[in-house]
């Protein structure tokens, strides 16, 4: 079986029964800017020479067989800087936000998402998804990612102006997240085009170690559901990655249409796969902290660890409970991903 297939079968498995095959999927979450340091390349060098880019995934992705390959994944501080907002390339890894796009929540009404079309960096992360996609797309699943409606918000306009806004400017907020959802929309939608077939929406500002319950159906719930609707007309699988402790909201992931929950390690595998009930699939949630200060033995451990409490259910996807730390040695991120399609896991 392709990789490729494997992830399709965890997609549309509809069980959480164990999985009769040999071997389970797993895939990075992300893990873009790591394939670049393991290539001696930046972020911004890749941006700036995208030609660089799809080599260094696809030599990287030879070497680890993920099943999914995330071209133009974990970049997405670059929409605050489209939009006015400052950021800081790290010499090594993602990029900072120095300051956000937005003094006054109104100024959202002025976006023109054309922009994001516009911009070279964002022409350069479409480039490297086709080339990827047509250099190994029939053998592995391609997908790219962005930050949800309610984490853009935080980056456009300031986590804390948004975490009082919930209490005192609730319809400035509401504004806000229709316009960060046009935003997240108008990022993914053509990445489709050319060639991610799963896209990865991230909102760990959105973790109930840091908003309710209650605000997460307000004001995080209805704004990915219009995303992913948006998303799924053309043709995309979707994925939802929260960090931190979201065992209050996972049940509420197949109402938001989300076809993959990621779940880090926070969340407990068998309660989620509970409450998920086969409806769709469940991914996590090694510690990316462990791949990056663990031994091999340690890793191996964890990964089957993790296929245990998931039940090894078909609809089960062994991934990293985020993306992970571009330090993490190569020889590791092999180990743990090598767990799933060959240890012989028997779930208790």
């Not at 390349?41 to 070497?63: C, F, R, T």
């Not at 997240?177 to 046009?182: H, I, P």
């Not at 509420?252 to 249409?257: E, G």
Request: glycine share 8%; proline share 5%.
């Amino acid at each position: 079986m392709l990789p490729k297939d494997r992830i399709l079968h965890a997609l549309h498995a509809k069980t959480n029964k164990p999985s009769a095959q040999s071997g389970i999927s797993s895939a990075l979450l992300s893990g873009g800017t790591w394939a670049f340091r393991q290539q001696g390349l930046s972020l911004q060098e890749v941006l700036e020479k995208p030609e660089l880019g799809a080599p260094a995934l696809i030599a990287i992705n030879q070497l680890v067989k993920s099943d999914i390959v995330w071209p133009g994944s974990g970049y997405h501080n670059l929409l605050v800087h489209i939009f006015g907002g400052k950021i800081k390339f790290r010499p090594q890894g993602n990029i900072d936000v120095i300051e956000p796009a937005f003094a006054q929540v109104t100024e959202a009404d002025k976006i023109d998402v054309s922009a994001i079309n516009r911009h070279e960096w964002i022409r350069a992360i479409r480039l490297m998804i086709s080339q990827v996609n047509k250099q190994i797309g029939n053998e592995y699943l391609i997908g790219t990612s962005s930050w949800g409606p309610f984490t853009l918000a935080g980056q456009f306009y300031g986590v804390e102006k948004l975490m009082s806004g919930l209490y005192k400017d609730k319809a400035g907020i509401h504004a806000l997240l229709e316009a960060m959802t046009a935003v997240c929309i108008a990022y993914l939608a053509p990445a489709i085009e050319s060639g991610a077939r799963i896209l990865s929406i991230a909102e760990p500002t959105a973790s109930g170690d840091l908003i309710s319950l209650n605000h997460f159906e307000e004001f995080v719930a209805p704004y990915i559901k219009k995303a992913n609707e948006e998303l799924k007309k053309r043709g995309a699988y979707t994925t939802l990655h929260i960090c931190g402790n979201i065992r209050d909201r996972v049940h509420l992931a197949p109402d938001m249409l989300v076809d993959l929950l990621s779940v880090d390690y926070k969340v407990d595998l068998a309660l989620a796969q509970l409450q998920l009930a086969g409806k769709i699939a469940l991914a996590g949630n090694v510690n990316p902290v462990l791949l990056k200060d663990g031994n091999i033995e340690e890793i191996v451990q964890a990964a089957k660890q993790s296929i245990v409490e998931a039940g090894r259910g078909e609809n089960y996807i062994l991934m990293p409970g985020c993306d992970i730390p571009p330090s993490v040695p190569l020889d590791n991120v092999a180990a743990f991903l090598k767990v799933a399609r060959e240890a012989d896991v028997k779930a208790s």
